[in-house]
């Protein structure tokens, strides 16, 4: 049993507790955590690159992703620094439609990014429905402070995991730690065994 | 590489010092604290009398010299966790620590300068951790301020910022909502000119340290690499209403 912090009442949520990991508290905000600047890049010049252990490379320009088929997922999304936010909305491909056209082995994902920022995820927890290329949030086109034009949407693991300016994902046989995951992140980041830093 | 959880610390607070209106830095004695470097942060866990638990994190404002770990804490009004810290902990009282985390957002004296130090409001708090082990280390690395803040209620560490001004540090602020009567300084929201008045040019190759709230750092940042500055050399840390 944790000492009791001596006059300490805290303000319950009403949030649903089967929903709210541990240590998470739930916000209306939208707070960010980037490591720089935010990237600009121009739409034009944008593409999407499959690379690393796959039998060719495979890249689509912005105007190829929004053709391809779309789905709009609803999720709850938690961040390491502590806030959760139930409900969020978006629009994107499935990682899922992008991997059919690509065959490969591989194990693990090394997520790129404009801005050099990287995350690394099992290729296990990039399939099945369970992560997007996101381009729309909340109805309209994704900001560039949260990650336009176009994010990875991972909901089931720490939102750091949802790479910002996303703008590949390279196959590996191997894993590779990612940014945050080399200045003391966890490598996984299972917001619901609450591993937060090296070392959970 | 496999490493040992970070295990919660009982930290007790041995003092508490009323910076501004709305922030306090509580001091507090960590038992066996395994030392920290400048930038990194702590999370911080209060627990309820029937069991409930929150945390937050809050960034180290102590230099890694000193015995005794200071957080300093802005009261977000209708928060959780800042009001009791700023207002109901007392000394003598004792609160979960756990830490120090991430080693990006970090400075050392050996990493060298130029130092250009940007910060918006409370989010002088990492940045000053920078300017202690600065001066504990009698370091004369040059080092640049620049402090935005909406009045002087609203800026931390005046007097001791007056003191550290010297050995190739300079500070400047900027008021943006309610200058003091007979200011001189700047008075306006940051902006290319005030970074090129405040050096270091990109010609320097400056490290950058930018924190602050999510619009000030996103600014900030982008001035900054409009000036020149190669976006790789310029480390941020946002953060947003946070109870």
Redesign the interface.
């Known amino acids: ?12 949520s009403n949030a649903d507790p089967t929903r709210l990991p541990p ?1 998470q ?1 739930l ?1 209306r ?11 600009h890049t121009p739409l034009d010049e944008w593409s999407f690159l499959i690379s690393g252990a796959v039998d060719g490379p495979v890249s689509w320009t912005w105007q190829e992703l929004l053709e391809l088929p779309a789905e709009t997922p609803m999720a709850d999304i938690h961040c390491v ?3 959760s936010k139930f409900d969020t909305t978006w629009k994107g491909v499935s990682v899922d439609t992008l991997l059919a056209a690509v065959g490969t082995d591989a194990k693990y994902v090394s997520a790129w990014c404009d ?2 920022y990287t995350t690394n995820l099992p290729l296990d927890d990039m399939t099945g429905g369970r992560a997007w290329i996101a381009y729309e949030f909340g109805g309209k086109p994704l900001a560039p ?1 949260h990650g336009g034009p176009a994010r990875l949407l991972v909901p089931h693991l720490y939102f750091w995991k949802s790479a910002k300016w996303v703008r590949g994902l390279e196959l590996l046989d191997h894993d590779q730690p990612g ?2 995951e080399r ?3 966890h490598n996984y980041g299972d917001p619901w065994k609450e591993q ?5 | ?6 295990v ?1 610390r ?1 930290a007790t607070v041995r003092q508490l010092i009323d910076e501004t209106p709305r922030a306090r830095t509580l001091v507090l004695d960590v038992p066996d604290w395994p030392g920290h470097t400048a930038g990194q942060h702590v ?1 911080v ?5 029937d ?7 809050f960034s180290i404002a102590s230099a890694p010299e000193r015995a005794t770990v200071a957080l300093t804490v802005e009261r977000i009004d209708g928060g ?1 966790v800042s009001p ?1 810290l700023t207002e ?3 000394v003598g ?4 620590l756990r830490g120090p ?5 970090v400075w050392r004296t050996e990493d060298g300068g130029p130092l250009l130090l940007v910060a918006g409001g409370s989010g002088l708090v990492p940045l000053m951790a920078m300017l202690r082990h600065r001066a504990a280390n009698s370091s004369t690395v040059e080092a640049r301020l620049l402090l935005s803040a909406r009045s002087l209620d609203d800026s931390l560490y005046r007097d001791e910022l007056a003191e550290l001004t010297a050995d190739g540090l300079v500070t400047h602020v900027t008021f943006t909502r309610e200058p003091p009567p007979d200011w001189r300084g700047f008075a306006r929201r940051i902006d290319a000119e005030m970074l090129r008045t405040v050096w270091p040019s990109p010609h320097q190759r400056p490290r950058i340290y930018v924190c602050g709230p ?1 619009a000030f750092v ?1 600014r900030a ?2 001035l ?2 409009q000036l020149g500055h190669p ?2 050399a ?3 840390e ?6």
Do not use: C, H, N
């Open positions: 049993m944790a000492p009791i912090s001596r006059g300490f009442r805290g303000r319950r240590g508290y916000t905000d939208f707070p960010v955590l980037s490591a720089g600047p935010t990237p620094t502590k806030w801005g050099g402070e940014f945050w200045y003391g992140y937060r830093y090296q070392g959970d | 590489m496999p490493q040992a959880p970070v919660w009982l999370d866990r209060l627990t309820a009398d069991g409930y638990q929150t945390e937050r994190s959780e009791y109901e902990l007392r009282d004792t609160l979960e985390f991430t080693s990006y957002f999510t996103e940042a982008e900054l690499v976006p790789g310029i480390r941020t946002r953060f947003g209403p946070s109870g």
